[in-house]
T-cell receptor
Framework: AQSVTQPDIHITVSEGASLELRCNYS??????LFWYVQSPGQGLQLLLK??????LVQGIKGFEAEFKRSQSSFNLRKPSVHWSDAAEYFC????????????FGRGTSLIVHP | DAGITQSPRHKVTETGTPVTLRCHQT?????MYWYRQDPGHGLRLIHY???????DKGEVSDGYSVSRSKTEDFLLTLESATSSQTSVYFC???????????FGPGTRLTVL
């Protein structure tokens, strides 16, 4: 069965610092990978996705993620965090093999200190 | 923004009463989903639909039923609400099953 692990429940960074949110997945075939962001009281919004091709994916709001098949990881990065990036971040995995409906991780809450 | 609305946005009900949540889309997307979001559990799939009258169960489907009689509407019913169903419910849509999902604003349900 497919699964996603986001090891960090909370991450605290200072504004302007770099950010890396971890995501590890388990999937029996080539995965489709997603990062979503949820601001308080809102629904989820797609940040970026990986289906194939270049393993470094650029998304909205200055985020990027790198697919590393050997490590079963898809970590989200941003070089300089803004206070408005404070939100909940979810990684998801799906694909053309097995259950194609994406499975979500439990989320990482990002706290940004001024 | 994708045209997805959920109604009601907030509801308080009592244990044992039936509850129906509605998701409406204007995007003509084939797939529709119902999730619940609880602290520490992230998003968990309840049911999804891959076409009119075509639905399937997710990982937490017990106590829930769904119906989709039109492309644009996907209803989630709690036949007899329990306190464990207190949650925030999100509807989502996608073109295909592996595509990115677009989420509605959520419905906060409290079962007393």
């Amino acid at each position: 069965a497919q699964s996603v692990t986001q090891p960090d429940i909370h991450i605290t960074v200072s504004e302007g610092a770099s950010l890396e949110l971890r995501c590890n997945y388990s999937y029996g075939a080539t995965p489709y990978l997603f990062w979503y962001v949820q601001s308080p009281g809102q629904g989820l919004q797609l940040l970026l996705k990986y289906f194939s091709g270049d393993t470094l994916v650029q998304g909205i709001k200055g985020f990027e993620a790198e697919f590393k098949r050997s490590q079963s990881s898809f970590n989200l990065r941003k070089p300089s965090v803004h206070w408005s990036d404070a939100a909940e971040y979810f990684c998801a995995v799906g694909g053309s093999g097995g259950s194609y409906i994406p499975t979500f991780g439990r989320g990482t809450s990002l706290i940004v200190h001024p | 923004d994708a045209g997805i609305t959920q109604s009601p946005r907030h509801k308080v009900t009592e244990t044992g009463t039936p509850v129906t949540l509605r998701c409406h889309q204007t995007e003509n997307h084939r797939y529709m989903y119902w999730y619940r979001q609880d602290p520490g559990h992230g998003l968990r799939l309840i049911h999804y639909s891959y076409g009119v009258k075509d639905t399937d169960k997710g990982e937490v489907s017990d106590g829930y039923s769904v119906s989709r009689s039109k492309t644009e509407d996907f209803l989630l019913t709690l036949e007899s609400a329990t306190s464990s169903q207190t949650s925030v419910y999100f509807c989502a849509i996608s073109l295909g099953g592996v595509d990115e999902q677009f989420f509605g604003p959520g419905t906060r349900l409290t079962v007393l």
